[in-house]
């Protein structure tokens, strides 16, 4: 049963803009609400999270070009993504259940099947 569900990516060239959606299913957990990204061949990372109060962390990566929001009601998470490099290109994924303690981040094992974004040069 698929819990997380996440929307959004495609094909998408260089400088454009793409909109990530996430929405949690059920009475899935929801907590602080993030975004993993993983490139080709690479470890999973941490993109941007957004607290139930509404602050939020980017990754040195996106900030600037990525902006992070979610919506208690829907129970989803979205990524504006703008300004996009090559560099984005990776499988995204969203994790509704981060725990946060002293400034860091830590995933659970919230994810749902990932969206792929491909960014062409």
């Known amino acids: 049963q698929i819990h997380v569900e996440e929307s959004g990516g495609g094909l998408m060239q260089a400088g454009g803009s793409l909109n990530l959606s996430c929405v949690v299913r059920?009475?899935?957990?929801?907590?602080?609400m993030g975004w993993y990204r993983q490139p080709p061949g690479k470890g999973r990372e941490l993109v941007a999270a957004v607290r139930a109060d509404g602050n939020t962390y980017y990754s040195d990566f996106v900030a600037g070009r990525f902006i992070i929001s979610r919506d208690n009601d829907r129970r989803a998470v979205y990524l504006r993504m703008s300004s996009l490099i090559p560099d984005d290109t990776a499988v995204y994924y969203c994790?509704?259940?981060?725990?946060?303690?002293?400034?860091?981040?830590?995933?659970?094992?919230?994810w749902g099947q990932g969206t792929r974004v491909t960014v062409s040069s």
């Open positions: 059920d009475s899935y957990c929801i907590s602080v």
């Open positions: 994790n509704p259940c981060l725990n946060y303690f002293r400034g860091a981040y830590y995933a659970t094992d919230s």
